[in-house]
């Protein structure tokens, strides 16, 4: 416990909610190599139709990446439906490097991303 007597806040926050038989997972945090099983787990459990809001994201690194680009493949191998909202480049500038940002099903908001993979 910190000296201040403050707890400790976590690194990550993961809370879902379901819209249209899709789950829409909000992510706020740091996407890293400390929060990657708990980011994996969590994905793992969320189900095939997802739609995940990086919003809250405020550091993804190239390992968080790669299990978004997992999830993704495996969604369209399976014919389910992705979308990730709320992405801004400040905080995963690694979608931009490696030019996944232009493959990936990016949207603004919601709304969009549901209207665009129903």
């Known amino acids: 416990m910190p000296e201040n007597g403050e707890e400790p806040v976590a690194a990550l926050s993961l809370t879902s909610t379901t819209v249209d038989d899709i789950t829409v997972v909000r992510v706020d945090g740091v996407l890293d190599a400390t929060t990657r099983a708990q980011f994996a787990d969590y994905l793992a459990m969320a189900g095939s139709d997802l739609i995940l809001d990086l919003a ?35 905080k995963s500038k690694v979608m931009w490097i490696t030019g996944l940002a ?11 991303a549901l209207s665009a993979i129903k």
């Open 102 to 112: 232009q493959r990936l099903p990016l949207y603004d908001t919601l709304e969009d």
């Open 56 to 90: 809250g994201v405020t550091f993804m690194d190239s390992r968080a990446l790669g299990l978004i680009v997992h999830h993704w493949q495996t969604s369209l191998s399976a014919g389910a439906k992705f979308a990730l909202i709320g992405v801004e480049y400040s």
